[in-house]
């Protein structure tokens, strides 16, 4: 039996018919410094506001974006869960409106090599995160590594964040190119939205994503959605450097309504119709079950 069939007969000998899967939304980019960072925590603070419970688990290793925005160093990360025997609910740190965050650490890589016991111990306590949470938000690192395209084949949605600047759509393009190339990639099973940042106005947003979505279009002949936009703000750059979340610091920034205006969107029945809710379980038995 090999280690993929393994992870699939522990996941459903752990499952439950009437069991909830969580939502998960992997947000990525193809470069740093377009704000995906900020994408996901502001996105997870407006989903707190519509009554979702939310966990956000930073992938963006090496890093600690998510963290400094929330004012709060982690005692536990992902690793500790996997290699110190710790359980889900200790390595969860509250933030603001209680959104949960996940630090991811840096030894998932070594999880293709995990015994079955202790995937046993892994696998049910992710079962967990999809109990405690209705979404959750999985932030990746920027540009193309390995782990970052296991982050994005595992998921079944994803939400690419892109500026006007040449460099940030020509780098989109090189992240959608390589994932196109992964050989465990499937376009049917995943949904690949666009949010231009940083933009001027509408009609920057929309010119943006229609120059991604011909290249794209053209030679990856991959699918792809615009999901909208979030204006340029001072304010939001403002509480970042208070180490606040602008949804939060300034409910009625520009970019704040536009972040209520971006996850009303991913929330009505349209934008969620035809996701693939997996969990987090499955999520993950992608990801160490690659090799």
Same mark, same amino acid.
Do not use: C, W
């Given at each position: 039996m090999d280690q993929a069939e393994q992870l699939r007969n522990i996941i459903k000998a752990g499952s439950q018919p009437q069991r909830p899967l969580a939502r998960v939304i992997t947000v990525t980019s193809g470069k740093g410094g377009v704000g995906k960072s900020n994408t996901a925590i502001n996105l997870a603070i407006q989903f707190r506001k519509m009554g979702q419970r939310v966990i956000i688990l930073d992938a963006d290793f090496g890093l600690a974006n998510i963290e400094v925005m929330f004012g709060a160093v982690p005692k536990h990360n992902l690793c500790d869960l996997i290699y110190q025997g710790k359980n889900i609910k200790e390595i969860i740190t509250w933030g603001p409106m209680e959104v949960g965050f996940i630090s991811g650490g840096s030894g998932i890589a070594g999880m293709s090599n995990l015994s079955k016991d202790y995937l046993n111990y892994i696998i049910r306590n992710l079962v967990e995160l999809d109990e405690m949470a209705d979404t959750i938000i999985v932030d990746t690192g920027a540009g193309i590594s390995d782990a970052v395209l296991e982050f994005l084949?595992?998921?079944?949605?994803?939400?690419?964040?892109?500026?006007?600047?040449?460099?940030?759509?020509?780098?989109?393009?090189?992240?959608?190119?390589?994932?196109?190339?992964?050989?465990?990639?499937?376009?049917?099973?995943?949904?690949?939205?666009?949010?231009?940042?940083? =933009?001027?106005?509408?009609?920057?947003?929309?010119?943006?994503?229609?120059?991604?979505?011909?290249? =794209?279009?053209?030679?990856?002949?991959?699918?792809?959605?615009?999901?909208?936009?979030?204006?340029?703000?001072?304010?939001?750059?403002?509480? =970042?450097?208070?180490?606040?979340? =602008?949804?939060?610091?300034?409910?009625?920034?520009?970019?704040?309504?536009?972040?209520?205006?971006?996850?009303?969107?991913?929330?009505?029945?349209?934008?969620?119709?035809?996701?693939?809710?997996?969990?987090?379980?499955?999520?993950?038995?992608?990801?160490?079950?690659?090799?």
């Open positions: 084949v595992a998921s079944g949605e994803i939400l690419l964040v892109t500026t006007p600047e040449p460099t940030s759509i020509t780098d989109s393009y090189s992240l959608l190119k390589a994932l196109s190339r992964h050989p465990r990639y499937s376009p049917e099973a995943s949904q690949i939205k666009v949010l231009a940042n940083k =933009v001027f106005g509408e009609a920057e947003a929309e010119a943006l994503y229609e120059k991604l979505e011909a290249v =794209v279009g053209r030679y990856l002949k991959l699918p792809i959605t615009y999901l909208g936009m979030i204006p340029q703000d001072t304010q939001l750059a403002k509480a =970042v450097m208070q180490q606040m979340p =602008v949804s939060l610091d300034n409910p009625r920034a520009r970019s704040a309504v536009a972040y209520e205006a971006v996850a009303a969107k991913l929330m009505n029945k349209e934008s969620s119709a035809g996701v693939t809710r997996r969990g987090m379980a499955a999520f993950f038995s992608h990801i160490i079950s690659r090799r």
